[in-house]
């Protein structure tokens, strides 16, 4: 057949236009598709939650492609091994109670198994700020593109609805540090009141607080991930993920109860 090139931009066009409309009203926007982020995806769109991620960056995964200093492996503990097996990651016994698995495998299986259970993924968009309705309540997200940010261009952004938004943007707790800022008097549930900052590496004591630290932070807003240790001052953990995975899944069960589902 002839290739038609505008033919080919229609394509595309149309594909994502219809796409995006279909998102402009959700259950859940999560900002950061690393490991937290996409597992809470795959559990909140398996039970029937109108689930999209947005990620900044044109991958997923966040820091689990580079494995432990760019060696592509990961480390999971067995009470985190079920999240994985679910995806259809393969795991590799290597001490008592803790498996390597191969990073590559563990992104590409949780993210398509995210995309299958009914969550939409969209790379190179980001969360720049978030919508506030009812007392401030978030009720919302602001998207841009990153290629926007980077270049510095002043270009007015776009916003969704969205029930319940989940920041998992990592270490830095982009959105939970976006909302602090922009609201005066405004304070979350730490000793400061506002971003903590994650503490240096201990990787049991950082895993330990992870699930105690996924939680509602302001009404409308869940963290997860290396997010919540950041936001409330824990350790980071480095090469282990199993915290990662389970805060992902504590964050879906959280989202769901507030949601009635």
């Keep these: 057949m002839t290739i038609d090139e ?4 229609a394509c595309i066009t149309r594909a994502f236009c219809e ?24 559990y909140l769109a398996g039970a029937g939650a109108k689930t999209a ?25 067995a009470e985190a091994a079920g999240v994985l097996e679910e995806a259809g990651v393969r795991l590799k016994p290597a001490v008592p109670g803790l498996y390597v ?3 590559v495998e563990a992104v590409s299986c949780c993210t398509a198994a995210a995309i299958q259970a009914g969550a939409r993924i969209w790379v190179g968009m980001g969360v720049e700020d978030l919508v506030l309705r009812e ?17 510095g261009l002043h270009v007015d952004p776009m916003a969704l609805k969205s029930r319940l938004v989940i920041d ?10 976006t909302l602090v800022r922009k609201v005066p008097g405004l304070r979350l549930p730490t ?45 980071r953990m480095g090469a282990v993920f199993g915290g990662m995975l389970l805060s992902g899944r504590r964050a879906a069960e959280l989202a769901l109860e507030i949601l009635g589902k």
């Design 6 to 9: 505008a033919t080919i931009t």
């Design 168 to 177: 998992a943007t990592g270490h830095d707790a982009e959105v939970c540090r």
């Design 101 to 103: 698995v191969d990073s």
């Design 53 to 77: 991620v947005f990620e900044r960056n044109l991958h997923v995964g966040g820091g689990m492609w580079g494995g432990g200093m760019l060696f592509p492996r990961i480390v999971v503990q």
């Design 191 to 235: 000793e400061s009141g506002g971003v903590t900052g994650e503490r240096p590496m201990w990787a049991d004591k950082g895993e330990e607080a992870l699930l105690g630290n996924t939680r509602e932070v302001h009404p409308g807003l869940i963290v997860a991930g290396m997010t919540a240790n950041a936001v409330f001052g824990s350790y």
């Design 19 to 42: 796409d995006f409309l279909s998102e402009l009203e959700l259950d859940v926007a999560i900002a950061g598709a690393g490991p937290a982020g996409i597992t809470a995806a795959r």
């Design 135 to 151: 007392g401030d309540r978030v009720c919302g997200v602001v998207l841009n593109w990153m290629a926007v940010e980077r270049a």
